[in-house]
């Protein structure tokens, strides 16, 4: 048998995407079934007949003068729709306006900016992508869905069999919606810690792109590097801590490093280093450290130091303002000594409570004497700290040493132990240290 020969009279169209054919009628000798199926398989049209469009265009070739206008006689199967792996996280993401505290008021520090995360603790579920199924073209080709992304977990996060997602080390979460998520051990923060940042804390290193604004606080249990300035806020390092501008102090603030703490300079401002502390300047601050290099002059406030502080000047032409220097004196975390010191009150007080009251029976003799061995307990903790801070003071003493490289100004108060030094004239470049028979201070001109 013979193939007919395409229809003369029928034109067809396929549109650019495959997923469309189009097809016309113009006015000419008669045709039929077998014409317009050869002009069909011409185009290389296979799927997707449209068997009602396809009946009125042999109808109209059936006839001489018939014609009929651009028809859709045959479309494209979609390929199905592809479904996003999806998270739920046991967080709630992003920023939150605040926390509503016991007595109803709202503190607007804690805004959650960064999500804590501890080792083996949930992140939340993941559920997986889903394929859509092939579409095929009007030419019986076939198209691909479009391709379901996967949710990537990055480092520090571990997707188990059951679709639970666990943090592997400690640190914040960093969570782009639909597309990741990971534990960071490191954190860089764009802007200042303020009010539309709230307070930050996490487990690991932190930088800060700008300020700590006045009563704001940021910790991190690794290095923490502040690019502006600790405007009357708090900052806390686990590691080392360096702040770019200045150090101004307010009210409760406080800034220490279990490190090494650097600033520009600092400014009615507590500084509290397990390192060294070093500056340009410093006017009328509490500087506490191992060590402390000063740049230029410490001008008022109160320096202490294990070992040794050296700065350019010290005090002021005009003693306006105290300023006293003591070392060989043991460090102390500030929040360790609070708390310690807080601990005991509260247990003299409970004590002091008790006895004043009389006896209601045996109940309340055995409560009295629980807080009084409470209290006892305590009071040995305190005597084992006191006689451990003073052996630490008798091996700081040898190597303990103040040194003013500049002037040192009248008024100036040296402390090294038990000895005491108000300097009466100017003098430079000058070093101070302990004689330890005499237990007094002994003056030497510096070495550098």
Known sequence: MIPSAPSSRCKLRVSADGMTALASVKAGAREGTAELDAALMAAGVVHGL???????????????????TELEIAHGTAAGPSCDGRFEPAFQPGLQPGHLRED??????DRELLKPISTGEALGRLHPPVQGSPGLRVDG????????RALHVGPGAEFLADGRVLATCAGVVIYVERRSIEVGTHYAHQGHVDLRSGDLSM??????RGDVQRGFEVRATGDLEIKGDVDGGSAYAGANLSVSGGVRGSEGSMVSANGDLRARHAERARLDSGGAIELTDAVNSELSAV???IERSLRGGRAVVEVGLVTRDAGTPTATAETVIEAAVPREHAETDARRAFEAAQARRRVARRTQRPPAGTADRAKGGKLARNLAD?????????IERAERVDALLPQAFIEVRGTAHPGVHVRIGQARLLLQDTTHNVRFTLDLERQTIRTEVATR
């Open 378 to 386: 305590v009071q040995s903790s305190e005597l084992a700290r006191k």
């Open 104 to 109: 109803g008021t709202m503190d607007f520090h």
């Open 203 to 208: 487990d690991g290193s932190l930088v800060v």
């Open 291 to 293: 060590q402390i290099r």
């Open 50 to 68: 449209d068997q009602a469009v396809y009946a009125v265009l042999v109808d109209a070739l059936d006839r001489e003068e018939s014609t009929a």
């Open 141 to 148: 080709k076939r198209t691909a869905a479009k391709a379901a």
